[in-house]
């Protein structure tokens, strides 16, 4: 069975600093690895995604996120935050050709001006 | 596209009463899911159709709740008898392919039961 784990519960940084949001996964095979962001009130916006190929995935709204097979993470990064990033992220995994996203329980990143 | 219609928005309803959540997926999609969202137990998948079909519905927690897929545009998730424990948002996703595609999330229905 598949699993995510997002270590931190809060990310706080500065405004124009950067932002890492951390991620490690567990599944048979290669993996399908997704970032979605959650505004209030919102439902889940699709970020980014890691398919195959290059490690380094680029995604909306300029964050960006590497898949590193043997430490099994795919941080989420933006190298300049905005105020307007403040939102709920979640990572997701599925095995290859399965149907089922296991999502991990969220990080609330806060940008301050 | 519009994206995943889902409806109401908002739901406020008294223990015990009947309650119909609705989802229109992205036309073309051929996998729909719903979810459940709270603070304590965070994103719990709920059920899983794919081509009209339920596949998984091992998250539904009891049954009180059910849901249905008449055709490849529209599922409803009821609850009946509805009780407290069951406020939540409640979110509709819709898929064109397993795996790589991800999900399309609708904006989520907010359902308060006092």
């Known amino acids: 069975a598949q699993s995510v784990a997002q270590p931190e519960d809060q990310v706080n940084v500065a405004e124009g600093n950067p932002l890492t949001v951390k991620c490690t996964y567990s599944?048979?095979?290669?993996?399908?690895l997704f970032w979605y962001v959650q505004y209030p009130n919102r439902g889940l916006q699709f970020l980014l995604k890691?398919?195959?190929?290059?490690?380094l995935v680029k995604g909306s709204y300029g964050f960006e996120a590497e898949f590193n097979k043997s430490q099994t993470s795919f941080h989420l990064k933006k190298p300049s935050a905005l105020v307007s990033d403040s939102a709920l992220y979640f990572c997701a995994v599925t095995p290859p050709r399965d149907y089922k996203l296991s999502f991990g329980a969220g990080t609330t990143v806060t940008v301050r001006a | 596209d519009a994206g995943v219609i889902q409806s109401p928005r908002h739901e406020v309803t008294e223990m015990g009463q009947e309650v119909t959540l609705r989802c229109k997926p992205i036309?073309?999609?051929?996998?729909l899911f719903w979810y459940r969202q709270t603070m304590m137990r965070g994103l719990e998948l709920l059920i899983y159709f794919n081509n009209n079909v339920p596949i998984d519905d091992s998250g539904m927690p009891e049954d009180r709740f059910s849901a249905k897929m008449p055709n490849a545009s529209f599922s409803t998730l009821k609850i009946q008898p509805s009780e407290p424990r069951d406020s939540a948002v409640y979110f509709c996703?819709?898929?064109?392919?397993?795996?790589?595609?991800?999900?399309?999330f609708g904006s989520g229905t907010r359902l308060t039961v006092v």
């Open positions: 036309s073309g999609h051929n996998s």
């Open positions: 599944v048979s095979g290669n993996p399908y």
């Open positions: 996703a819709s898929s064109a392919a397993s795996g790589s595609s991800g999900y399309t």
């Open positions: 890691y398919i195959t190929g290059d490690n």
